[in-house]
């Protein structure tokens, strides 16, 4: 099974810089919005807890395809204060696609303006909320995080032993702008167990995304450990390779393999249904985040297209020596992107 058309990604770069920080850092953005309605782009700095909307001054341009990486692994999480922003924008273009070429000022500059900030846990603690991933659902902006129990490292490993402040989902409502704040420790508990995963085990998420043709959620775990605890060496090669779809209750469970090699390195980072598919095919980014005792973090990202059956539509093309954590599809319409089954053998 392959993709008859060629498949090609190109993109331009912009920085932008922001002053906002906490303990130091700040600028670790995870993810990419698109709100349909007003056409706003924004990202979530996982330091801080802010939503920025990104802003450029080119608005009546709009590119296919964003990613976003967090630019602490460039310029260093210890002496990083307010952090720059790193936006690459992909393109990608069938052969039967009129070929686009965009300036490399597109994204340059790049204003980020705060809109939103998100307190951790149940929104009563000083430390911001660290945002992991992203969807809309019925007129609300869902951000959630790892969604696991962190137990203090070297032990207790007991449910309840930790704190769960990353178990808990942000919900900001579209209408009016107001934030409430989730417990989704069930959930995520619900998930884990579906895997197999026992204490010290645990199942992290940076990729999810609501769809409302199938009233289901989906995730693409990043990091699975079915029984060991976390490890800051180890926790670089247990990447996961399974697509997760969840009822909305949480009560009906469904895991796909995928049918893509493991290479335990690689977690998935970021999703987005392809337009014009049903939500039928997603959009995915899986990155290398690996700290070595020697030779200090080694981080790079590739981008690969999946079907709900677990397919591997399109291979794992590279995108560069950073972990870009967030993805969005942009300036599309369903007419105007093609139907990836019809480009299958």
């Not at 609300?140 to 070297?154: A, D, L």
């Not at 178990?167 to 934030?179: E, F, H, M, N, R």
């Not at 080694?298 to 059956?309: K, N």
């Amino acid at each position: 099974m392959r993709i008859r058309e060629e498949s090609r990604w190109t993109g331009s770069k912009g920085h932008s810089f922001n002053k906002y920080a906490y303990g130091g850092r700040g600028g670790e953005f995870s993810d990419l919005l698109l709100l349909p309605q007003t056409g706003q782009l924004l990202t979530f700095d996982d330091r801080t807890g802010i939503i920025f909307e990104l802003m450029t001054n080119h608005p009546e341009t709009q590119p296919t395809a964003a990613v976003a990486h967090d630019s602490s692994e460039v310029h260093g999480r210890q002496d990083t204060v307010g952090g720059r922003r790193d936006v690459q924008a992909v393109f990608t273009s069938w052969e039967t696609w009129h070929r686009r070429q965009l300036s490399d000022d597109l994204f340059s500059p790049i204003k980020l303006v705060p809109r939103w900030i998100l307190a951790d846990g149940d929104g009563d603690l000083s430390s911001g909320f660290k945002s992991e991933w992203s969807s809309i659902q019925d007129g609300k902006i869902i951000i959630g995080s790892h969604g696991y129990e962190v137990w203090p490292y070297g032990g207790p490993y007991e449910i309840g032993s930790g704190h769960t402040n990353v178990q808990w989902v942000k919900q900001v409502d579209l209408l009016t702008g107001a934030i409430s704040h989730v417990n989704w420790t069930q959930h995520f508990n619900a998930i884990s167990a579906a895997v197999g995963v026992k204490p010290p085990g645990y199942l992290t998420h940076e990729a999810a995304e609501w769809s409302s043709v199938h009233n289901r959620w989906f995730f693409l775990p990043r990091r699975l450990s079915l029984d060991q605890p976390w490890d800051p060496i180890l926790d670089g090669q247990r990447g996961c390779t399974l697509l997760i779809s969840c009822s909305i209750t949480f009560h009906d469970i469904k895991i796909v393999q995928l049918k893509m090699r493991g290479q335990p390195e690689r977690g998935f980072s970021a999703m987005r249904f392809v337009p014009g598919t049903q939500d039928r095919h997603i959009v995915a980014t899986r990155t290398v985040e690996i700290e070595g005792a020697d030779k200090g973090r080694r981080c790079s990202s590739y981008i690969t297209v999946i079907d709900l059956e677990g397919n591997v539509l399109m291979p794992e093309t590279f995108l560069g020596n950073h972990k870009y954590e967030g993805l969005e599809i942009m300036g599309s319409t369903s007419a105007s992107v093609p139907n990836l089954s019809d480009a299958l053998n």
